[in-house]
């Protein structure tokens, strides 16, 4: 894959639109999560100055993320540009939004940033997190979210990667690990805004990839397997458009130029 | 591989071995990624002729030929006596036999254009050889290749994705197959710089069905070549010998500067070939050629006699006809079912694929279900054919595809 820099633009993107929508997942699967979280109802807007917004609503111990901003949050940090929230999110200790509303719900933002925390601590494979099988499991699952939902990402503003998928049949690809709920995530290369999402994908998929367990999608997750070893064992199963699985990994590796260490 | 299967016991085991000593288990076009993993066996035992046996015992009537090297089938006793002959005498020593000049003689004058010939042992060394032979012929850097189009695993051209550079391809650009527009925009962009341009004699990317060349695109190609002074270089590695004895330009009509050959060159034994017009003979002296086994002379033997068997059987007819039997068959069988099958490429390195099925499924479930019955179809890869095919071979196939077919169906395919 091509060693171009990364965008900021496209590491904002990734963050707003790949990294947030984990902790919809982390709220799901984590006890620690659920208790931070506590009964908070509240939304909050992270918004970029001219540029895109994402929405975090925390209700009842669980979250969830849109696109946009919300109308009436509770909160709005504010970033002045790319550069700025990407610092914030890989963080730098300086980068500090600016809460130009609802500045004084100290003890919201203290919860969320704590579940920031939280969530960093998971995708980045902290020691403490990998050395519980829950902690591990947490891991891949998240892991396997931000690089398939970091895909749109990527094909929307990464011009190697875009270089890469125009070589690729079109198709819906759906990942999922066996025996895991709710882990199935789906890119869409057919669609004009490359859409992503998981749960069920909206059509049937042009190529499954499956890992066979939690294990398996840890290690891959993490590039400590030898997939292709793995698929002759049967341990990723590829049925389908395989061109396209193929170079959808390619594209996930363009990942790591961005998100490092946190990408697979 | 699926791990409840018995049919493949022994080849699971020797998997199992294999990953935990060689990267991918088995690496290359022969991995289980790009076949049907647990529905094809991993590990072959031996083979005779056009079948092959699998290390669990099971036999295939064989459709890939080793990925195309078998042209005569295995174990050819002509072929393996020519071999074991010359083994006999040398089989690597400090200098080339005379074997190599016989050889490279009777390659000029089965090839009409060419002038000289040097040898090698997989088709990327002569590629990528070829291709530093029209950079030295024209002191020029670019080099156009059609998308998708294969023709090797050197950092050019490789299909893989691992350890490449950005600059690795900076002067490789793609055109489209049967697309003279796209090709006349690369000769606009780049005029004056462009060294070679090489191209298969037909498109047979993995995944998708063949291309055959569309009425006037390889004239425009060849045209556009000489005006430009273009070396124009053949890559016939996978087709040749099996559409034309002189080449697979030929069949095609038109002639290229270079032409690259090997598969079915030796019959299964290790030897690529690239031929060339007398005007790059200066160019070709100048471009280091050498390896550690590329003297020995048994493969040359081997090579030797395989090209005058061919010729004198004329095997490229044998294929033609084997082939139309085989996939006039197939396709007549998918019809019965209600399914609109695509024979592509031609008959002698044919390919059948499903014509309403973009995510390939049907394909790779029909492809288990005729292997599984003995006859080793590959769903992303095209096929081979060999003159040790035979009549009952065919009819044996076109049986188990039968019930292939009645088989997806039923599920639903």
Redesign the interface.
């Known amino acids: 894959?091509?060693?171009?820099p990364a965008n900021p633009a496209v590491l904002s993107r990734l963050y707003l639109n790949a990294v947030l929508p984990c902790l919809t997942d982390l709220s799901r699967q984590d006890p620690a999560a659920r208790e931070i979280l506590g009964d908070l109802e509240a939304s909050i807007v992270l918004q970029i100055v001219g540029g895109p917004a994402a929405t975090v609503r925390l209700r009842q111990g669980q979250v969830a993320c849109e696109n946009g901003s919300s109308r009436a949050p509770s909160v709005i940090l504010l970033f002045f540009n790319d550069r700025h929230l990407n610092a914030f999110f890989s963080g730098r200790t300086w980068a500090v939004p600016l809460p130009v509303w609802g500045g004084w719900r100290i003890e919201l933002l203290s919860r969320f940033s704590k579940l920031a925390q939280l969530l960093d601590a998971v995708l980045n494979g902290k020691v403490p997190v990998l050395a519980t099988a829950a902690g591990r499991r947490l891991h891949a699952r998240l892991s396997l979210i931000v690089a398939v939902l970091g895909l749109r990402s990527l094909a929307q503003g990464d011009q190697a990667a875009q270089q890469t998928l125009r070589?690729l049949?079109r198709?819906l690809a759906a990942f999922s690990i066996e025996g895991e709920q709710g882990a199935t995530i789906w890119f869409d290369h057919g669609s004009l805004d490359y859409a992503a999402g998981w749960g069920e994908p909206p059509r049937?998929?042009?190529?499954r990839i499956t890992f066979a367990d939690m294990n398996v999608a840890y290690s891959a997750m993490r590039d400590e397997i030898?997939t292709?070893?793995a698929?002759?064992?049967?341990q990723i199963?590829?049925?389908?458009?395989?061109?396209l699985a193929d170079g959808l990994n390619?594209v996930m590796?363009r990942l790591r130029v961005y998100l490092q260490p946190i990408a697979p | 591989m699926n791990s409840t299967s018995n049919r493949f016991r022994r080849s699971q085991e020797l998997f199992e071995r294999a990953a935990k000593v060689i990267p991918g288990g088995i690496y290359g076009h022969a991995g289980p990624a790009i076949g049907l993993p647990g529905a094809f066996p991993y590990y072959a035992d031996r083979a005779q002729g056009s079948h092959y046996w699998d290390v669990d015992g099971n036999e295939y009537i064989d459709y890939l030929c080793g990925y195309g090297p078998m042209i005569l089938g295995h174990q050819h006793p002509e072929v393996e006596e020519a071999a074991a002959r010359q083994q006999r005498d040398a089989l690597c020593v400090n200098h080339p036999g005379p074997i190599m000049v016989d050889l490279a003689e009777y390659l000029v004058s089965l090839v009409e254009f060419s002038a000289w010939a040097v040898f090698g042992k997989n088709g990327s060394d002569m590629t990528t050889w070829a291709v530093q032979v029209a950079r030295e012929h024209t002191k020029r850097r670019k080099v156009l290749k059609v998308a998708g189009a294969y023709h090797g695993m050197d950092p050019w051209c490789t299909p893989g994705h691992g350890g490449l550079l950005d600059e690795d391809r900076a002067h490789i650009h793609d055109f489209n197959w049967n697309d003279p527009e796209s090709f006349d925009r690369l000769l606009k962009q780049f005029r004056g710089d462009i060294a070679g341009v090489i191209m298969t004699p037909f498109h047979h990317p993995v995944f998708q069905p063949s291309q055959m060349p569309a009425p006037g695109f390889w004239s425009h190609i060849e045209t556009a070549c000489r005006r430009e002074g273009i070396v124009l270089i053949l890559d016939d590695i996978r087709a040749g010998f099996r559409l034309d004895m002189r080449g697979s330009h030929k069949h095609f009509g038109f002639e290229p500067d270079l032409i690259c050959f090997c598969k079915a060159l030796a019959n299964g034994h290790p030897l690529s070939a690239a031929l060339g017009r007398k005007e790059l003979r200066v160019a070709a002296s100048k471009v280091f050629l050498t390896g550690s086994y590329w003297n020995s002379p048994p493969p040359m033997a081997a090579a030797m006699a395989c090209l005058q068997i061919m010729k004198r059987e004329d095997t490229v007819a044998a294929l033609r006809r084997t082939g139309e039997m085989l996939m006039g068959g197939l396709v007549e069988a998918g019809k019965k079912y209600g399914y609109s099958m695509i024979a592509s490429g031609p008959p002698a390195v044919p390919f059948l694929s499903f014509a309403d099925d973009a995510s390939l499924r049907r394909q790779q479930r029909f492809c288990a279900e005729v292997t599984r019955r003995g006859a080793i179809f590959h769903p992303h890869h095209n096929w081979f054919l060999s003159a040790a095919h035979t009549p009952q071979d065919i009819a044996a196939t076109l049986r188990m595809a039968d019930e292939a077919f009645a088989m997806i169906k039923e599920e639903g395919f």
């Not at chain 1, 894959?1 to 171009?4: F, G, I, K």
């Not at chain 1, 049937?204 to 190529?207: E, I, K, L, M, Q």
């Not at chain 1, 698929?231 to 049967?234: A, E, I, L, N, Q």
């Not at chain 1, 199963?237 to 061109?243: A, H, I, M, W």
């Open positions: 894959m091509s060693q171009a070589s049949p198709g049937r998929p042009d190529v030898d292709l070893a698929v002759g064992r049967g199963k590829v049925e389908g458009l395989v061109p390619v590796e």
